[in-house]
């Protein structure tokens, strides 16, 4: 499966994605996106690519020129979008040419004009959607008032435009993201100043995986964050693949890392093919004890505080016990260095007088999860490899929140999100 994966070490911006995307191209492609994006509205916008080095990393910068201004990149970002006299804060990569303000409606008309492919333009259609439904929540007014200004310049719109074309061309079977690092911190804008991450951003990763990390200032601008929403059908670490291409896309500012989006490409190895890869062992505690004098529900709060302490799981099996009474055994299993503070709670929660520990070799697969989108809305995947094993499921609080949302049975939510 040709998979592409985005790393967003260094969070997303428009410009950053397309640079990064660029130099995944072949020769003849290259030639052919540099043509056709200087032809989407002659005169007014030129689209030119230039090396670049940040921290010592290669990489190419994407130089957007509108009416013979070049976007700059100043530590003062300008507003993303104005409406009802209220602003957002936009990229790091700010522009300061003053263009004309589009409403959404007319953002939509000018890419729909324009003559690039048709998955293309309904990608980029898509973005400037994320973005104003966005906007919308933000300062509770309807789409239709929404006045792109920032994110909304011809500039910005070279930026979307020519992100969406390179994907078109390089034609993935497979998108993936990495958790988007957005940054932490203040910024100011036209209208004061607002958290980071952005009203807008924080909106439209909601789902995605997202961290702060320890660099301060607007990583992720609202533009990056609904084209990695647009293109990556899951959020997650890297897969077992064997990488082909690497691009580099520059941001103009300069932070203590490489200000970079970094784009791979390459054949995704199936988990068949890795199946001889052990996933892994470790040593655990199994504390386990007798009670026959406590209610279910009691026997219920004691396994909550449990998993609560960081108990691996907690279990509960049927037993007869002396003088012919029914009891529980109650079983829990913890990380060895745990046990100590598992036995503290299970003398504190229980009415036990003894607890017995067994030592266990534990063989475990690698875990992890990623977020998927589905017709349903984003749902947790939780993924399981390793021993000749690989298998996915999403997570069932995530189906259950759809079933009660659309009040459909669980098992139709199950195929909403595509399992």
């Known amino acids: 499966m040709k998979t592409l994966y985005l790393e967003c070490n260094m969070g997303a911006a428009g410009d950053m994605l397309m640079a990064a995307l ?59 979008c104005e409406a009802a006299g209220e602003s957002a804060c936009g990229s790091v ?16 008309e000018r890419i729909g004009a324009m003559e690039v492919p048709e998955n293309a333009k309904r990608r980029a259609r898509q973005v400037y959607d994320r973005i104003a439904q966005a906007e919308s929540e933000v300062h509770g007014i309807p789409v239709q008032e929404i006045h792109f200004h920032e994110v909304g310049s011809l500039d910005a719109v070279a930026d979307v435009v020519g992100a969406c074309l390179a994907l078109e061309l390089l034609a993935p079977d497979r998108v993936i993201c990495s958790p988007v690092h957005v940054g932490f911190g203040e910024v100011r804008c036209a209208h004061g100043v607002l958290p980071v991450p952005a009203p807008a951003t924080a909106r439209i990763l909601r789902g995605v995986p997202v961290y702060g990390g320890k660099i301060r200032g607007e990583l992720c601008t609202p533009t990056g964050a609904a084209l990695l929403r647009s293109f990556a059908g899951s959020f997650g670490a890297m897969p077992v693949m064997a990488v082909s291409q690497i691009g580099c896309g520059m941001g103009s500012k300069d932070f203590e ?13 199936s988990c068949s093919e890795n199946a001889g890869t052990p996933a892994g062992g470790d040593e655990i ?12 529900e009691e026997l219920g709060f004691v396994m909550e505080r449990l998993f609560d302490a960081g108990a691996l799981d907690v279990c509960t099996t049927n037993i007869g016990m002396k003088k012919n009474r029914p009891g529980i055994l109650l079983t829990c299993m913890c990380r060895t260095e745990d ?81």
């Open 285 to 296: 505690s199994e504390l386990a004890c007798n009670i026959d004098d406590m209610t279910g």
């Open 257 to 269: 890392a490489a200000n970079c989006v970094r784009a791979f490409l390459g054949q995704e190895v």
């Open 93 to 108: 990569h700010a522009h300061d040419h003053g263009h004309h303000h589009y409403s959404a409606e007319e953002l939509m």
């Open 339 to 419: 046990r100590e503070r598992m036995v503290r709670e299970i003398f504190r929660q229980t009415t036990t007088l003894g607890i017995r520990e067994y030592r266990c070799e534990r063989w475990r697969l690698d875990r992890s999860e990623y977020v998927r989108e589905s017709e349903a809305g984003p749902v947790r995947i939780k993924r399981a490899e390793g021993y000749g094993a690989c298998r996915e499921k999403a997570e069932y609080e995530d189906l259950a929140t759809i079933a009660r949302r659309e009040g459909i049975s669980l098992r139709e939510a199950r195929r909403l999100a595509g399992e």
């Open 22 to 80: 660029y130099e995944l191209l072949n020769e003849e492609q290259r030639a052919q996106f540099l043509s056709v994006m200087n032809e989407i509205a002659p005169g007014d916008i030129a689209v030119s690519a230039e090396p670049s080095v940040k921290c010592g990393l290669n990489g190419t910068h994407m130089r957007v020129t509108v009416l013979g201004g070049e976007e700059t990149g100043g530590d003062a970002p300008a507003p993303a």
